[in-house]
T-cell receptor, first 113, second 112 residues
């Protein structure tokens, strides 16, 4: 089954404790992206990647890092999480050239206390 | 910069009512426009798209027309069903297709 998976689905952590949210897709997609969803703000793009070792900033990259060492994986790293990073995070992927047809993962709800 | 503005919700309709969700955009170039739908507890799914002016996207009875003169992409459906209850997001992507901008989402509840 074609899908985008994220782990964990739910995470409660404390300020400053480094964490990684994993994202994996099994559709051989070149393009992958991370978004955060906040009430009243919709989805905002954090980072995206056009292919292995190619990443770029989206609209709200501050406080986040990403890496793309393998085509199928695109982890989101919070080196020192803060309460304002409490949010619902979505990973998405698509074929290059058809990047509008994004397939979204189920989401990761992160709470930073 | 690029942005998308969509009508505030929530919207509550009776089954078989007509639906319109307004969406307007600001873009520096010639963007592609999309509507995504998010069902409770799930990620977003592409509902329909239009890639150039005057294109009409359609899917599952929903339609939206790319209006360059009014910078709009309003979503419409002639007769909504309870199963259409979800959050609807308008979005745009410039021609490079790399960066996406989403609206704030409009929650729709359809009651029997």
């Amino acid at each position: 089954e074609a899908q985008v998976t994220q782990n964990p689905r739910y995470l409660i952590t404390v300020t400053g404790k480094k964490l990684t949210v994993t994202c994996s897709q099994n559709m051989n997609h070149e393009y992958m992206s991370w978004y955060r969803q906040d009430p009243g703000l919709g989805l905002r793009q954090i980072y995206y990647s056009m292919n292995v070792e190619v990443t770029d900033k989206g609209d709200v990259p501050e406080g986040y890092k990403v890496s793309r060492k393998e085509k199928r994986n695109f982890p989101l790293i919070l080196e020192s999480p803060s309460p304002n990073q409490t949010s619902l995070y979505f990973c998405a992927s698509s074929s290059l050239g058809r990047s509008y047809e994004q397939y979204f993962g189920p989401g990761t709800r992160l709470t930073v206390t | 910069g690029d942005s998308v503005t969509q009508m505030e919700g929530p919207v509550t309709l009776s089954e078989e009512a007509f639906l319109t969700i307004n969406c307007t955009y600001t873009a520096t170039g010639y963007p592609s426009l999309f509507w995504y739908v998010q069902y409770p507890g799930e990620g977003l799914q592409l509902l329909l798209k239009a890639t150039k002016a005057d294109d009409k996207g359609s899917n599952k009875g929903f339609e939206a027309t790319y209006r360059k003169e009014t910078t709009s992409f309003h979503l419409e459906k002639g007769s909504v069903q309870v199963s259409d209850s979800a959050v609807y997001f308008c979005a745009l992507s410039e021609n490079t297709g790399n960066q996406f901008y989403f609206g704030t989402g409009t929650s729709l509840t359809v009651i029997p």
